[in-house]
């Protein structure tokens, strides 16, 4: 398996402009993980789905973010409009719902000027 | 959710045992001890996890103490490679049989040569 796959794998973008990083979990799994992670911060859930189905959103920051899980391979995670505090790394993860062991994607690098 | 208290770095002598230290005092009865590694700009990796016995597989080994309020990661014979942020975590159940994780800051680890 290739893993859990995020693209882009760095993006740079100006205020204001909207911001889509992607994800395909491995295969199989039901479970997949936005985190946010910063150096003040550290490595935050942002969000949280099952079977497609969000399950906790309480780490999504504000109105301006927003993720969907259209099928069992792909989520989008979406920020609009940006501003420069988003700035960090998104990983993404997934699980089987059942296996607590998480599997992290390479991140994609996020600067917003 | 039990938190964790990790000290924030430790060194190593290449070859040496390292011993990572967590303590995890309000830990309950059905939370389980998860370890993951961050090693430079890649994401997150699953090491090893356990609810109250040790725990050993090909990278590390787990011991929980018997009050389970603590428990020590332990890399055996520590390379260059392990050099990494360590982060010790206690699970949350969520509905849906899934476990949130919830992260600290972790254990910066420098193997020297």
């Known amino acids: 398996d290739a893993g859990v796959i995020q693209s882009p794998r760095h993006e740079v973008t100006e205020m204001g402009q909207e911001v889509t990083l992607r994800c395909k979990p491995i295969?199989?799994?039901?479970?997949l993980f936005w985190y946010r992670q910063t150096m003040m911060r550290g490595l935050e859930l942002l969000i949280y789905?099952?079977?497609?189905?969000?399950?906790?959103d309480s780490g999504m920051p504000e109105d301006r973010f927003s993720a969907k899980m259209p099928n069992a391979s792909f989520s989008t995670l979406k920020i609009q409009p940006s501003e420069p505090r988003d700035s960090a790394v998104y990983f993404c993860?997934?699980?089987?719902?059942?296996?607590?062991?998480?599997?992290f994607g390479p991140g994609t690098r996020l600067t917003v000027l | 959710d039990a938190k964790t208290t990790q000290p924030p770095s430790m060194d190593c002598a290449e070859g040496r045992a390292a011993n990572l230290p967590c303590n995890h005092s309000?830990?309950?009865?059905?939370?389980?001890v998860y370890w993951y590694r961050q090693i430079h700009s890649q994401g997150p990796q699953y090491i090893i996890h356990?609810?109250?016995?040790?725990e050993t597989n090909e990278m590390a080994s787990l011991i929980i103490t018997e009050d389970r309020k603590s428990s020590t990661l332990i890399l055996p014979h520590a390379t260059l490679r392990d050099t990494a942020v360590y982060y010790c975590?206690?699970?949350?159940?969520?509905?849906?049989?899934?476990?949130?994780?919830?992260w600290g800051l972790g254990t910066s680890l420098a193997v020297n040569p």
């Open positions: 309000t830990i309950s009865g059905n939370e389980y």
């Open positions: 295969s199989g799994h039901n479970s």
């Open positions: 993860a997934s699980s089987f719902a059942s296996n607590p062991t998480q599997y």
């Open positions: 789905f099952n079977n497609n189905v969000p399950i906790d």
């Open positions: 356990g609810l109250k016995n040790n």
């Open positions: 975590i206690v699970s949350a159940h969520n509905a849906g049989n899934n476990r949130k994780l919830i």
